[in-house]
């Protein structure tokens, strides 16, 4: 939880083999949701999932499940970090649609887009996402223009949708 842990414990991870490294991901994964919004652990669940080990970035999705939207506007950047990891490395597109439906569903959709990190996470959505998810998400981002439109971190995100659609 602080700068020397998250060094000791990425070095660990790089290096650990066989039931040591399982174990060191299983404990990272079964605490990825308080990770994630730490300074420090956050960077150990974003080391996980640049490891693009696939049981474990879908054991890390499961977890985080049901918190991307709050971790999208932690206070500080960690938890839209982790989120923005997460549409990356979620290895299947079902996996990243589970986290944009997550958003599209939300009563909170409007305040991620002019959130000063949230915004990123939904651009990121933008960038990864294919077809009827994606036509969705920038159907939702037209929705709420009137909301949008007038934010300046809500106008990157109304922009990237129209620019989007021009290379659906």
């Not at 994630?36 to 640049?50: C, I, R």
């Not at 305040?111 to 998810?133: M, T």
């Given at each position: ?63 985080l ?39 599209i ?46 934010d ?17």
């Amino acid at each position: 939880m602080d700068k020397s842990g998250c060094c000791v414990l990425n070095r660990a991870l790089d290096c650990a083999q066989g039931e040591l490294k399982e174990h060191l991901l299983l404990k990272t994964i079964a605490n990825a949701v308080f990770l994630s919004e730490n300074p420090f652990g956050n960077y150990v669940v974003q080391h996980v999932l640049d490891e693009r080990i696939q049981h474990a970035t879908i054991r890390i999705l499961e977890q985080l499940k049901g918190y991307f939207v709050s971790l999208s506007m932690n206070k500080n950047k960690y938890g839209s970090n982790v989120v923005e990891k997460c549409l990356i490395w979620s290895g299947r597109e079902e996996n990243a649609s589970m986290i944009i439906e997550e958003f599209i569903h939300s009563p909170y959709f409007v305040n991620i887009c002019r959130d000063n990190f949230g915004n990123y996470v939904v651009q990121k959505a933008l960038e990864v996402s294919k077809g009827g998810i994606r036509n969705a998400l920038v159907s939702r981002i037209n929705d709420s223009y009137p909301d949008l439109h007038s934010d300046i971190n809500a106008k990157r995100v109304v922009r990237k949708a129209r620019d989007s659609r021009h290379r659906i």
